[in-house]
């Protein structure tokens, strides 16, 4: 007996490097009119590096004592800029100390109590704020923290900052390199739907805008909690696409959840976004994507 043309196109997406879970994942597929893509780990390659740390003015501690706090308070983290941040600290030989009340906020940052002092890292947008309308040092502090900020994004950087007890103390330049084979992704998909795909991201509106015209994307929405990756993708449903999302973080997986197909990038994801996902990219490559709907709409066409 011959196999049934959607079985045969999940053995031949796990041949491209995509584990599809399901024959109904794998007709729906082909059934995309709109792809929407994440940016960190998903249109970057996921392995950004610490590049600078701007100390903000001020402040009583020095580089190397805020990066072994920052790397203490992130070690327990799953995401990629903690890691950025904990293999920087250990390239200057910093030691890690134990962290308590350690706490993620999915599309913000984390916080953690080390050697007795309230470390937070994360996005400006959830961090300075407090930090810069509270006590008068630090709205000082906040101000020049938020100069860093602009400047470092400005560069091309995600700007990270780092509290301690309330104050912000540095900010950190993350960069992340878009996929080498991004752009022509992002081309193929275009093809294949009849539209370029959006690009849905927490980071900033300047270091987004950067990576989408990077790789050719025009429509983007940036500064994006986990629920308002939900609410864009059912926006776009609501004007009747068919809409498949592409992510890696524990971020995206409710926007994975509500899509009518949803496709975790493996290499780096998260637990939850891997059991989320109807999909998951074992091939660390962005190119799989158009891949797996061609072969989908190919398979539909013997279907019927
Ligand atoms: P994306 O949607 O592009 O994958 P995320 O939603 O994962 O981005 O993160 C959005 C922003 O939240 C990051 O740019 C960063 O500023 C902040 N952030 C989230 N998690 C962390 C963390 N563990 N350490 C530092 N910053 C974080
Ligand atoms: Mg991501």
Redesign the pocket.
């Known amino acids: 007996a011959t196999m049934p043309p959607l079985l045969a196109a999940i053995a031949n997406a796990g041949r491209h490097g995509v584990l599809v879970k399901s024959a109904v994942v794998m007709e729906q597929l082909g059934a995309t009119s709109q792809v929407a893509l994440?940016?960190?780990?998903t249109l970057t390659r996921g392995t950004p590096q610490l590049a600078e740390i701007r100390l903000v003015a001020g402040t009583r501690f020095s580089s190397d004592e805020i990066l072994a706090l920052a790397a203490s308070a992130?070690h327990p983290?799953e995401?990629p800029?903690?890691t950025a941040i904990v293999a920087a600290a250990r390239e200057r030989g910093l030691r890690l100390k134990p962290v308590d009340s350690f706490t993620?906020t999915?599309?913000?940052?984390?916080t953690a109590v080390v050697d007795g002092l309230k470390v937070r890292?994360?996005?400006p947008a959830a961090f300075l704020p407090d930090a810069t309308f509270n006590a008068r040092p630090a709205a000082q502090a906040g101000r020049t923290a938020l100069v860093e900020v602009q400047d470092l994004r400005g560069a091309g950087a995600?700007a990270?900052v780092v509290l301690i007890d309330g104050d912000p103390v540095a900010v950190l330049g993350i960069f992340d390199e878009v996929r080498s084979e991004a752009a022509e992704a992002v081309e193929e998909l275009a093809r294949l739907t009849g539209k370029t795909p959006v690009l849905l991201?927490?980071?900033n509106a300047v270091t987004a805008k950067q990576v989408a015209s990077a790789v050719g994307i025009t429509d983007l929405r940036a500064d994006?909690l986990p629920d308002g990756k939900v609410a864009a993708v059912q926006e776009l449903q609501g004007a009747g696409e068919r809409v498949t999302v592409v992510g890696d973080?524990i971020?995206d997986a409710p926007a994975l959840a509500v899509a009518q197909a949803g496709i975790a990038m493996g290499g780096a994801g998260s637990d939850l976004t891997l059991q989320t996902a109807d999909a998951i990219v074992v091939r660390d490559d962005l190119s799989t994507i158009p891949a797996v709907i061609a072969l989908s709409r190919r398979a539909r066409r013997v279907v019927i």
């Open positions: 994440d940016k960190t780990g992130e983290s995401h800029l903690g993620a999915a599309g913000s940052g984390v890292i994360g996005t995600t990270v991201t927490g980071d994006l973080g971020n």
